[in-house]
């Protein structure tokens, strides 16, 4: 059984701080991961991919990848109250294309 | 590109209904996946297929699901008899291969809402 954990949340979070999401995977073959955001009621759209470990800057965003620890998480810098949202982690398995997504974590920015 | 086209985006039905769910994937794209959405289960692949090809329907919960891709342009996933529990939101996501070892980003498509009475 292939687990991608996220704590559900709500984070919350002030205007202009930086909001940090986190995940853990279970399967060690796992070789790509993604971050999707997803306001309620619309469907899941991507944020960011990351492949190596280490950080991948895109903007404010920064995901971090720890394949040792089976952990992925992603930065929002200067957040905004549009970026409240649910985000969802993507960890692919063996067969490389299919995804497991963790539940979401639901964060809120306030003005 | 107009990304995934999904239809109905709403649909409300009785329970033991047939529904038929449509989705278009973005043009090029080898892989096709329908996913299911509820507060309680989250985000579950159902199916996914491969050049039209079925990989891996795993995750369909019974025989009352069943998902087709006559061509790379079209999928349904249909469900018969309907039950009040396939009340969700279903997503088709698509994807397209780039020969590297490294899994693709998956597109949604804005979803269907299934309500079944």
């Known amino acids: 059984q292939k687990e991608v954990e996220q704590n559900s949340g709500p984070l919350s979070v002030p205007e202009g701080a930086i909001a940090s999401l986190n995940c853990t995977y279970s399967?060690?073959?796992?070789?790509?991961f993604f971050w999707y955001r997803q306001y309620s009621g619309k469907s899941p759209e991507l944020i960011m991919s990351i492949y190596s470990n280490g950080d991948k800057e895109d903007g404010r965003f920064t995901a971090q990848l720890n394949k040792a620890s089976q952990y992925v998480s992603l930065l929002i810098r200067d957040s905004q109250p549009s970026d409240s949202a649910t985000y969802l982690c993507?960890?692919?398995?063996?067969?490389?294309?299919?995804?497991?997504f963790g539940s979401g974590t639901k964060l809120n920015v306030k003005p | 590109d107009a990304g995934v086209i999904q239809s109905p985006r709403h649909e409300v039905t009785e329970m033991g209904q047939e529904v038929t769910l449509r989705c278009k994937p973005i043009s090029g794209h080898d892989y096709l996946f329908w996913y299911r959405q509820t507060m309680m289960r989250g985000l579950e692949l159902l199916i996914y297929f491969n050049n039209n090809v079925p990989i891996d329907d795993s995750g369909m919960p019974e025989d009352r699901f069943s998902a087709k891709m006559p061509n790379a342009s079209f999928s349904t996933l249909k469900i018969q008899p309907s039950e009040p529990r396939d009340s969700a939101v279903y997503f088709c996501?698509?994807?397209?291969?780039?020969?590297?070892?490294?899994?693709?980003?998956?597109?949604f498509g804005p979803g269907t809402r299934l309500l079944v009475l």
């Open positions: 993507a960890v692919n398995g063996d067969n490389f294309n299919k995804f497991y």
């Open positions: 399967d060690r073959v796992s070789q790509s």
């Open positions: 996501a698509s994807s397209r291969n780039t020969g590297g070892s490294a899994a693709t980003t998956q597109y």
